[in-house]
Nanobody, 115 residues
């Protein structure tokens, strides 16, 4: 069964904004910290931001002050608000559990930031 479905990506100019969404299976979403990951072309998949069940957030330095991760536990949905986008933010964005145990990856959503 499908457990993670990402959406909301697109093509945007530098300085623009996008909001990503991730619909997750309730059984996993409600009991786990969640995270957004990014994979640029030719690179490994890296964690960008995470959020605990109670809403405590953490970000990599490159996105601090520009990205905001949030979750709606009633809707089993994870969000990533991305502002002041830069070309280096380009990549495929995935959601998953935060930590060493991961679910099968979804299809991701492509974000392309033009200069």
């Amino acid at each position: 069964q499908v457990q993670l479905v990402e959406s909301g990506g697109g093509l945007v100019q530098a300085g623009g904004s996008l909001r990503l969404s991730c619909a997750a299976s309730a059984i996993f979403f409600r009991t786990n910290a969640m995270a957004w990951y990014r994979q640029a072309a030719g690179n490994q998949r890296d964690l960008v931001a995470s959020i605990t069940r109670n809403g405590i957030t953490n970000y990599v330095d490159a996105v601090k002050g520009r990205f905001a991760i949030s979750r709606d536990n009633a809707k089993n949905t994870l969000y990533l608000q991305m502002n002041s986008l830069k070309p280096e933010d380009t990549g495929v964005y995935y959601c998953n559990l935060a930590g060493n145990t991961l679910l099968a990856w979804g299809q991701g959503t492509q974000v392309t930031v033009s200069s």
